[in-house]
């Protein structure tokens, strides 16, 4: 198939049409290449979707920009639920909001899930040259034949798909990365997260009105666990628990109807009452897993190549999951247009990636105990407000880890966890001794910030990956 110094480029087939597949789509059509998308589930235009997991998303800046890229930013507009901050409620009633940024326009947007998958499939179908095969479940891959076994479930029907190639954006339980490292063609780990998550629904209140703020994201954090919840569209929102799998508090435990109630009423009072189908919904829905996934390569020869989810999941407390998706796919199209062969293309986009996936898995796995626990805690809201002031202070040098993650497509998640420790290390030993920010001392953060944190955008040993 490679003629050397020819390109080789001129199509492609993708397993797994959701967000990650949905958009590599569209990206690899407007490079000029001929697309075929494979989806196991049905098409998901035309119906109003399903429950499972979780079905609101929090959408933010790398997601927005590699959907402005792509073109399909302004069919989701009426769709999007703007959220500017976290709005932590404690046990007491009390509730305070902590703004996510100092900036208006530094904010987040809540959106369904399905409706996304509806309008990227919508645009990705409406291209010249992008094939959708909807109930096409991939089985099974012959790396010695370069073959790809795919059912149709709708003539269960198996065919051999030749792999030239076919890229895997089939999520976090990808059938493609667990036949890879089954054959030993790459290492993995599946780390599994001790807490689970469960969806619960507040229901929109009389004419569609909102029963709680609609313009943030809901916080209860409660120490080992938390519940949180994000804005609809429609009125509602949706709810999530993410809870210890086992243990005295844990889904294990919670089983019977009275000590679901119980659990529910006692740990966040001020909402109870508005999740009129709590404790039925809390024994119908599943329980899911939440895990990080590593591995040493993504792809195998000029074959295929993981991609999205099914490369790195990661745990959803930074709500980064998707938008880290999105930004892989800005980056395999780019890495399209640089090379002229697939396993340079594969090559240049695992040595890019791997290091920003890497930490942005760990930053999502810190955050949870953010969310869950530090919120709630004085000192590191005292930390969050002075870091704010900082970035006022030091625009170009100082800017909050979670606003470079959220806010700043430009700047990488690698430089934004390295730049993020030298922060953490001058906020801690700055508010060692103070109550409020008055008591900061100012001039001696201004002498370190200007030694440690070169602007952004200029390269040095901090930004270095
Ligand atoms: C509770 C929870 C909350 C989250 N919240 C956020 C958030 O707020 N913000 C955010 O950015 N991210 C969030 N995420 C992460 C986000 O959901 C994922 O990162 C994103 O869905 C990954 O997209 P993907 O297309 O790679 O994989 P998926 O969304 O898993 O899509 C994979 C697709 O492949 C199909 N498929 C699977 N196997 C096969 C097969 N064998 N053959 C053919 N097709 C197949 C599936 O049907 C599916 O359509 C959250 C995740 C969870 C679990």
């Known amino acids: 198939m490679t003629v050397s110094g020819m390109r080789?480029?001129?199509?492609?087939?993708?397993?797994?049409?959701?967000?990650?597949?949905?958009?590599?789509?569209?990206?690899?059509?407007?490079?000029?290449?001929?697309?075929?998308?494979?989806?196991?589930?049905k098409d998901p235009r035309g119906n109003s979707g399903e429950s499972g997991r979780s079905i609101n998303l929090a959408l933010a800046d790398r997601g927005m920009h590699a959907l402005k890229v792509a073109?399909?930013?302004?069919?989701?507009?009426?769709?999007?639920?703007?959220?500017?901050?976290?709005l932590i409620h404690e046990k007491n009633g009390a509730q305070s909001l902590q703004l996510y940024g100092r900036r208006p326009d530094e904010v987040i947007h809540s959106i369904s899930r399905h409706r996304l998958n509806q309008v990227l499939l919508e645009a990705a179908a409406s291209l010249p040259g992008v094939e959708t095969r909807f109930e096409h479940r991939l089985e099974d891959a012959d790396f010695e034949n370069a073959a790809a076994q795919i059912r149709d479930l709708r003539r269960d029907r198996l065919s051999s798909v030749p792999m030239q190639p076919l890229l895997a954006t089939d999520g976090a339980g990808s059938v493609m990365r667990r036949r890879m490292t089954a054959l030993g063609l790459i290492?993995?780990?599946?780390?599994?997260?001790?807490?689970?998550?469960?969806?619960?629904?507040?229901?929109?209140?009389?004419?569609?009105?909102?029963?709680?703020?609609?313009?943030?994201?809901?916080?209860?954090?409660?120490?080992?666990?938390?519940?949180?919840?994000?804005?609809?569209?429609?009125?509602?929102?949706?709810?999530?628990?993410f809870l210890p799998t086992r243990g005295a508090v844990s889904f294990e435990a919670l089983t019977s109807p009275p000590a679901i109630e119980r659990f529910l009423r006692t740990e966040f009072p001020d909402v109870y009452d508005l999740m009129p189908n709590c404790v039925a919904e809390f024994q119908a829905h599943p329980t899911g897993f939440l895990g990080t996934v590593y591995a040493n390569r993504w792809s195998a020869g000029g074959m295929t190549a993981l991609i999205g989810d099914a490369a790195h999941a990661i745990v959803p407390f930074h709500g980064q999951g998707m938008n880290c998706c999105f930004e892989d796919c800005l980056e395999f199209s780019a890495a399209v247009a640089r090379n002229t062969t697939w396993p340079d293309v594969f090559a240049e986009f695992f040595a890019s990636r791997k290091p920003n996936t890497d930490a942005i898995a760990a930053m999502a796995l810190e955050n949870y105990l953010e969310m869950r626990e530090r919120v709630a805690?004085?000192?590191?809201?005292?930390?969050?407000?002075?870091?704010?002031?900082?970035?006022?202070?030091?625009?170009?040098?100082?800017?909050?880890?979670?606003?470079?993650?959220?806010?700043?497509?430009?700047?990488?998640?690698?430089?934004?966890?390295?730049?993020?420790?030298?922060?953490?290390?001058?906020?801690?030993?700055?508010?060692?001794?103070?109550?409020?920010?008055?008591?900061?001392?100012?001039?001696?953060?201004?002498?370190?910030?200007?030694r440690e944190l070169p602007p952004v955008g200029v390269r040095s040993s901090v930004t270095k990956e």
């Open 8 to 41: 080789d480029l001129a199509s492609v087939d993708i397993v797994g049409a959701g967000p990650t597949g949905a958009l590599l789509a569209i990206l690899l059509q407007r490079r000029g290449l001929k697309v075929t998308l494979y989806e196991t589930r």
């Open 71 to 86: 073109g399909v930013s302004d069919d989701l507009a009426g769709a999007l639920v703007t959220m500017r901050g976290r």
């Open 187 to 241: 290492e993995t780990q599946e780390a599994d997260l001790e807490h689970g998550y469960k969806e619960l629904s507040i229901p929109e209140g009389p004419n569609g009105a909102y029963r709680m703020a609609s313009d943030a994201l809901h916080i209860w954090p409660r120490g080992n666990f938390m519940l949180i919840a994000l804005p609809n569209a429609d009125g509602s929102f949706t709810a999530t628990l």
């Open 377 to 450: 805690d004085p000192r590191f809201r005292l930390q969050q407000s002075l870091a704010l002031e900082l970035e006022r202070r030091h625009p170009q040098r100082f800017i909050p880890r979670y606003s470079m993650v959220m806010f700043h497509h430009e700047i990488s998640y690698r430089t934004a966890q390295l730049r993020g420790d030298i922060q953490a290390r001058l906020l801690a030993e700055l508010s060692a001794n103070a109550a409020t920010l008055q008591d900061i001392d100012y001039e001696w953060a201004s002498r370190q910030i200007t």
